[in-house]
């Protein structure tokens, strides 16, 4: 995926009330930008550090942009903008990059199912099965391994998608759990069971009932951010 225009770069003043961010651009303005992400960003942030963000020109927009990299204090770059995530995924899977999943007849998106009242990211139909995908973005980066983590809060809603998952497996019906590995540098993921232990049990009962992981990374600069590889999930 290209994004628009080169990202401009600025430097972090802080994040607040979650989805704000106040940065000095490189012009030495003081602006406020939109933050898409609903965690913690754990990691994910330097106080007074580089971050990439996307301009707005809309007189009716009350930020000036979208904060969409970030340096983290390991030396990485983040993609925070989650909302790609699921965009990031379909350009690969259209691309036959996620090859567990290539040769669909029909992709769809965000699809009601389940019985909690959940949408699924995407829907895909083969010859001979039918293939129900989630997707999360990972952030969460340390400074003593290469092994990322999911998630970085609390997430009553992840362990949700899990328990859905394993309940839709059927005859031809197949669940996988797809982690977008939105950070450079990175050879695997793992649950963070030490942020939230019941989305950790949550994974495990879906593991167990059949629910496939998939790892994949990508590969991230200011003018353009893809899926390029898959990369191990690394069981606790």
């Known amino acids: 995926m290209e994004f628009k225009a080169p990202l401009h770069k600025a430097t972090l003043i802080k994040r607040y009330k979650r989805f704000l961010a106040d940065i000095v651009t490189e012009n030495g303005d003081e602006i406020t930008i939109h933050c898409a992400n609903t965690g913690s960003m754990m990691n994910c942030m330097v106080p007074n550090g580089e971050i990439w963000y996307e301009p707005s020109s809309d007189p009716n927009r009350k930020t000036k942009g979208s904060w969409i990299l ?31 999943l290539a040769d669909f007849t029909k992709l769809k998106r965000e699809v009601k199912y389940g019985t909690e009242n ?44 899990l328990r859905e998952l394993a309940n839709v497996q059927a005859d031809n019906i197949e669940a996988y759990i797809l982690y977008c590995v939105n950070l450079s540098g ?9 942020i939230d232990p019941a989305y950790a049990a949550a994974f495990e009962e879906a593991i167990t009932n059949g629910v496939k992981p998939l790892v994949y ?9 893809r899926i390029s590889h898959s990369l191990p ?3 606790n």
């Not at 990175?186 to 030490?194: D, H, T």
């Not at 990374?217 to 951010?225: K, L, R």
Request: aromatic letters at 8%.
């Open 70 to 100: 970030s340096a983290t204090p390991q030396g990485r770059l983040a993609c925070i903008n989650t909302h790609l995530a699921n965009t990031l995924v379909e350009e690969a899977l259209y691309d036959g990059v996620i090859t567990e």
């Open 233 to 235: 999930f690394i069981h």
């Open 118 to 161: 959940s949408k699924i990211d995407f829907y895909l139909e083969y010859e001979d099965r039918t293939v129900y995908l989630e997707v999360k973005s990972v952030t969460l980066g340390f400074d003593d391994s290469n092994i990322a983590a999911f998630p970085d809060a609390v997430t009553i809603r992840g362990a949700k998608h």
């Open 186 to 194: 990175i050879e695997g993921v793992r649950v963070a069971s030490e």
């Open 217 to 225: 990374g990508t590969q991230i600069s200011n003018e353009s951010i």
